[in-house]
């Protein structure tokens, strides 16, 4: 599985942006795509996740703030970040969780947000 994610950037306290991660390879064998992030000194920790039925799954602290979409046509998730704080600040990472546990990780994308 390879992942090509894109969208980071920098970006102003309470504005908006958009990460798109496209999926290609064995697809069929992704259970879950999902967004990870990791701050400078923290570890990297789950932003949100959707699985191949739609389920979803978000991190507490941006619940109501972002919301993770995948268009299965393109093999593309979506990651909508909405009211972006400095705190969202991180390097995102894009992540395929596979149906036997294996997990694939795309090359990170930087979100800085301003105060």
């Known amino acids: 599985v390879q992942l090509q994610a894109s969208g980071g950037g920098l970006v102003q306290a309470a504005g908006s942006l958009r990460l798109s991660c496209a999926a290609s390879?064995?697809?069929?064998?992704?259970?879950?795509l999902g967004w990870y992030r990791q701050a400078p000194g923290k570890q990297r920790e789950l932003v949100a996740a959707i699985t191949s039925g739609g389920r979803t799954n978000y991190a507490d602290s941006v619940k109501g703030q972002f919301t993770i979409s995948r268009d299965n046509a393109k093999n593309t998730v979506y990651l909508q970040m909405n009211s972006l704080k400095p705190e969202d600040t991180a390097v995102y990472y894009c992540?395929?969780?596979?149906?036997?546990?294996?997990?694939?990780w795309g090359k990170g994308t930087l979100v800085t947000v301003s105060s």
């Open positions: 390879g064995s697809i069929f064998s992704i259970y879950a």
């Open positions: 992540n395929a969780h596979q149906y036997n546990g294996a997990d694939y």
